[in-house]
């Protein structure tokens, strides 16, 4: 499980941010040489410094004091219980979507739990079965929490730095977005 980005996803955060290498590299105790490098593939940090980056670039955009509301993804990109292991893999490797994270939602509008793209890998490795014949009601995974659309994103930071993780934003009750990490660290 990723708790932190890409490392080559370090330079889009911190362009969408605003945050020059030199920046980052003084925030960080990293060199903006070494920054450089990172963002173009020729090094890799080392743990802790790898760390010092992510934290600071979720920190910055901590201070953009939005509301769950304000930054998640409406209407909800969700699949039935009654659907296929094939469904949830098309609608996960859509690369214009860019999530990692499904809820399931009944045709109620009830929260069922979810499918992510790791534990669909994973399945998919251990099983011959045909991903037409897995239905996804015999393969959930754990329900994404909800919140409302009232609090303060950086609330939910912590539960976000698992990149297959979500939060499902509640309004009156009824689930009305959906928060991923793109959407907590962009908006």
């Known amino acids: 499980m990723s708790y ?3 490392l080559d996803e370090i330079k889009m955060f911190r362009e969408k941010l605003g945050i020059t290498q030199r920046k980052l590299a003084e925030a960080t105790e990293v060199s903006t040489n070494m ?3 990172i963002e173009t593939g020729r090094a890799n940090p080392s743990v802790e410094k790898y760390v010092k980056i992510f934290n600071h670039l979720f ?3 901590d201070e953009k004091e939005k509301l769950l509301g304000e930054i998640c993804a409406s209407p909800i990109r969700s699949i039935r219980p009654t659907q296929t292991a094939q469904d949830a893999k098309e609608i996960l490797d859509n690369k214009k ?3 990692d994270c499904l809820p399931v939602i009944d045709k109620d509008g009830h929260l069922c739990g979810k499918i992510t793209k790791e534990g669909l890998d994973d399945l998919f490795k ?3 079965r045909n991903a037409d014949s897995i239905i996804i009601k015999d393969i959930l995974e754990e329900s994404p929490p909800t919140a409302p659309y009232d609090i303060p994103k950086k609330w939910i930071r912590d539960l976000l730095q698992i990149r297959e993780n979500c939060i499902l934003v509640t309004k009156n009750s009824k689930l009305t977005g959906f928060v ?3 959407d907590y660290l962009y908006k």
Do not use: M
């Open 180 to 182: 991923n990490y793109w």
């Open 126 to 128: 251990k099983t011959r």
């Open 97 to 99: 979507l860019d999530i």
């Open 35 to 37: 920054i450089t490098q």
């Open 59 to 61: 920190k910055k955009s």
């Open 4 to 6: 932190f980005p890409n």
